[in-house]
């Protein structure tokens, strides 16, 4: 009994807690939400050098030259 | 891997604004907002260049430099991106930007500016890859999908080039050695008939 009132006290202060709701900027450094690299995600499970590789070639695909062997 | 860079040949773009229009139907960019447009020099008259213009990101971008909230980020790849959580709206980056990449959607009263957009490489943005969240803010993000931004691959005539700095420079360079300069530019030798130019002082070599 003792400790869920104990348990309860904290909660109940825990509700009075506050965080501070202003973002604090530094000049020169990037304060919002980090990015996930290209390749980390379902399509290419963190394999880098595939996603570069597919990045590459579908690049080289806008030669048309080569895409028409002149 | 170098970075990402986006090159228009302007001896290439026929101003069909495909690129613009692949843009607004990819990323379902609202009404108003162009991420994308195409500039025509010397309109009218014979000789006009034209150029699909978006944010070019920048090595050294200045948008960033000039963001009050630092809400711009580049990534690992060159890509200059910005989290619209964090953009106030205040234009600053609109002014510095000499391509006039930014812009600002206006559907709110008295035409209150609204969080920059702005084009992302189709890289989308700092939300999970592929997310509803991500599509809504930031547009598709092809990037993820080992795929190039949408303009550079709709453009019709391959004009505007995008994707590995190295890679779109070897064509671009391949491509500029091979139509040479002057009249083989416009292919004049295939329109009237006489020899490219090039042959032409070879022919005039031999007879001497």
Known sequence: ????????????????????KVAVYKPGDYQGKSDAAPW??????????????????????QDESRRIGG | ????????????????????TACKNEHEVPWGVNRRRVVTLSDGVPGEKSISVACMHCSDAPCMAVCPVDCFYHTDQGVVLHDKDMCIGCGYCFYACPFG???????GTFGMRGKMDKC??????????????????????????GKLPICAEMCSTKALLGGDGDVVSEIFR???????????????????????????????????
């Open chain 1, 1 to 20: 009994m003792r400790f869920f009132l104990m348990a309860a006290f904290v909660l109940a202060l825990l509700g009075c807690g506050d965080r501070d």
């Open chain 1, 40 to 61: 980390n995600n379902k399509t290419y499970n963190g394999d880098k050098a595939k996603w570069e590789g597919d990045v590459r070639a579908r690049g080289r695909l």
């Open chain 2, 1 to 20: 891997m170098a970075r990402m860079k986006f090159l228009c040949d302007s001896e290439r773009c026929i101003e069909c604004n495909g690129c613009v």
């Open chain 2, 101 to 107: 990449a930014p812009q600002y959607p206006q559907t």
């Open chain 2, 120 to 145: 992302t490489f189709c890289a989308g943005g700092p939300e999970i890859d592929h997310s509803e969240e991500e599509f809504k803010k930031y547009g598709r993000n092809r990037l993820a999908e």
């Open chain 2, 174 to 208: 391949e491509r500029a050695l091979k139509r040479g300069k002057g009249a083989d530019v416009w292919g004049w030798g295939t329109a009237y008939g006489s020899a490219p130019a090039q042959q032409q002082d070879k022919a005039k070599e031999g007879k001497s």
